[in-house]
Protein backbone atom coordinates (compact mmCIF):
# COMPACT_ATOMS: atom_id res chain seq x y z
CA UNK A 1 0.00 0.00 0.00
CA UNK A 2 1.31 3.67 -1.04
CA UNK A 3 -0.06 6.89 0.37
CA UNK A 4 -0.85 8.62 -2.64
CA UNK A 5 -3.56 11.40 -2.25
CA UNK A 6 -4.60 14.11 0.21
CA UNK A 7 -8.16 15.39 -0.81
CA UNK A 8 -9.58 18.43 1.18
CA UNK A 9 -13.46 19.36 0.58
CA UNK A 10 -13.59 22.98 -0.20
CA UNK A 11 -16.09 26.09 -1.53
CA UNK A 12 -14.18 26.88 -4.40
CA UNK A 13 -11.83 24.23 -6.13
CA UNK A 14 -10.52 27.04 -8.60
CA UNK A 15 -10.03 29.63 -5.81
CA UNK A 16 -8.58 27.08 -3.70
CA UNK A 17 -5.70 26.07 -6.79
CA UNK A 18 -4.97 29.66 -7.19
CA UNK A 19 -4.46 29.79 -3.45
CA UNK A 20 -2.02 27.31 -3.14
CA UNK A 21 -0.07 28.18 -6.38
CA UNK A 22 0.64 31.79 -5.09
CA UNK A 23 0.71 31.18 -1.23
CA UNK A 24 3.19 28.24 -1.58
CA UNK A 25 4.26 27.49 -4.87
CA UNK A 26 2.68 24.45 -6.15
CA UNK A 27 1.65 24.22 -9.30
CA UNK A 28 -1.52 23.09 -10.63
CA UNK A 29 -1.61 19.57 -12.42
CA UNK A 30 -5.54 19.77 -13.22
CA UNK A 31 -8.59 21.15 -12.37
CA UNK A 32 -11.84 19.90 -14.07
CA UNK A 33 -14.04 21.04 -16.20
CA UNK A 34 -16.90 21.47 -14.01
CA UNK A 35 -14.27 22.90 -11.45
CA UNK A 36 -15.32 20.62 -8.72
CA UNK A 37 -12.21 18.67 -8.49
CA UNK A 38 -8.18 19.43 -8.82
CA UNK A 39 -4.62 18.30 -8.25
CA UNK A 40 -1.73 20.06 -7.11
CA UNK A 41 1.89 18.66 -8.40
CA UNK A 42 3.43 18.71 -4.82
CA UNK A 43 5.72 15.32 -4.98
CA UNK A 44 5.18 12.47 -4.39
CA UNK A 45 1.77 12.75 -2.26
CA UNK A 46 -0.64 14.81 -4.46
CA UNK A 47 -2.94 17.52 -2.51
CA UNK A 48 -6.35 17.34 -3.98
CA UNK A 49 -9.40 19.45 -3.42
CA UNK A 50 -12.92 18.75 -4.15
CA UNK A 51 -16.12 20.63 -3.97
CA UNK A 52 -18.62 20.20 -1.08
CA UNK A 53 -21.02 19.03 -3.67
CA UNK A 54 -18.76 16.53 -4.74
CA UNK A 55 -18.41 15.45 -1.12
CA UNK A 56 -21.93 15.25 -0.55
CA UNK A 57 -22.37 12.62 -3.28
CA UNK A 58 -19.24 10.63 -2.29
CA UNK A 59 -20.91 10.50 1.48
CA UNK A 60 -24.15 9.63 1.80
CA UNK A 61 -24.05 10.34 5.71
CA UNK A 62 -22.59 13.39 5.64
CA UNK A 63 -19.53 15.10 6.43
CA UNK A 64 -18.28 18.13 8.45
CA UNK A 65 -17.07 21.24 6.13
CA UNK A 66 -14.09 22.98 7.39
CA UNK A 67 -14.83 26.36 8.88
CA UNK A 68 -12.85 28.91 9.09
CA UNK A 69 -14.78 30.72 12.11
CA UNK A 70 -14.49 27.66 14.20
CA UNK A 71 -11.29 25.70 15.54
CA UNK A 72 -9.67 23.56 12.75
CA UNK A 73 -9.88 20.44 12.53
CA UNK A 74 -7.31 18.20 13.97
CA UNK A 75 -4.86 17.33 10.92
CA UNK A 76 -2.74 19.66 9.01
CA UNK A 77 -0.91 19.53 5.95
CA UNK A 78 2.87 20.24 6.52
CA UNK A 79 5.17 21.81 4.03
CA UNK A 80 9.02 21.38 4.78
CA UNK A 81 11.43 24.89 3.99
CA UNK A 82 14.82 25.67 4.08
CA UNK A 83 13.37 29.98 3.89
CA UNK A 84 10.92 29.89 6.39
CA UNK A 85 10.66 33.53 7.54
CA UNK A 86 10.10 34.45 3.75
CA UNK A 87 7.85 31.34 2.51
CA UNK A 88 5.74 31.88 5.62
CA UNK A 89 5.48 35.82 5.05
CA UNK A 90 4.60 34.81 1.53
CA UNK A 91 1.19 32.58 2.76
CA UNK A 92 0.59 35.63 4.78
CA UNK A 93 0.87 38.17 1.90
CA UNK A 94 -1.14 35.55 -0.08
CA UNK A 95 -4.36 35.21 2.20
CA UNK A 96 -3.64 32.83 4.89
CA UNK A 97 -4.03 33.61 8.38
CA UNK A 98 -1.57 33.26 11.60
CA UNK A 99 -3.07 30.58 13.54
CA UNK A 100 0.64 30.04 15.19
CA UNK A 101 3.62 32.14 15.23
CA UNK A 102 7.07 30.73 13.98
CA UNK A 103 8.81 29.46 16.77
CA UNK A 104 11.97 27.36 17.56
CA UNK A 105 11.56 24.12 19.05
CA UNK A 106 13.87 22.70 21.80
CA UNK A 107 15.12 19.95 18.79
CA UNK A 108 16.27 23.18 16.93
CA UNK A 109 13.21 22.73 14.04
CA UNK A 110 11.35 26.43 13.21
CA UNK A 111 7.44 25.56 12.97
CA UNK A 112 4.75 28.20 12.27
CA UNK A 113 1.18 27.27 11.80
CA UNK A 114 -1.06 29.29 9.12
CA UNK A 115 -4.48 28.46 8.10
CA UNK A 116 -5.39 28.55 4.25
CA UNK A 117 -8.16 30.51 2.18
CA UNK A 118 -10.51 27.84 3.48
CA UNK A 119 -9.58 27.61 7.13
CA UNK A 120 -7.82 24.43 6.97
CA UNK A 121 -4.65 24.03 8.98
CA UNK A 122 -0.81 24.09 7.37
CA UNK A 123 2.13 23.31 9.38
CA UNK A 124 4.99 25.70 7.73
CA UNK A 125 8.26 24.45 9.23
CA UNK A 126 11.98 23.91 8.40
CA UNK A 127 14.04 20.18 7.90
CA UNK A 128 14.83 18.30 11.12
CA UNK A 129 18.13 17.84 11.54
CA UNK A 130 19.71 14.39 12.34
CA UNK A 131 22.38 13.96 14.21
Known amino acids: ?12 VKETIEFYEKAFGFIKKFVTPENDYG ?7 T ?3 ASIELGNSNFKNGFRKIDDNQK ?7 FVTE ?3 SDFQK ?5 ATEFEPLTKKPW ?5 YLRD ?3 FLIEICTPVKSE
Open 1 to 12: MKYRYTIIYVEN
Open 39 to 45: ELISGET
Open 47 to 49: IAF
Open 72 to 78: PFGVEMA
Open 83 to 85: NIE
Open 91 to 95: ALEMG
Open 108 to 112: GQKVG
Open 117 to 119: NNG
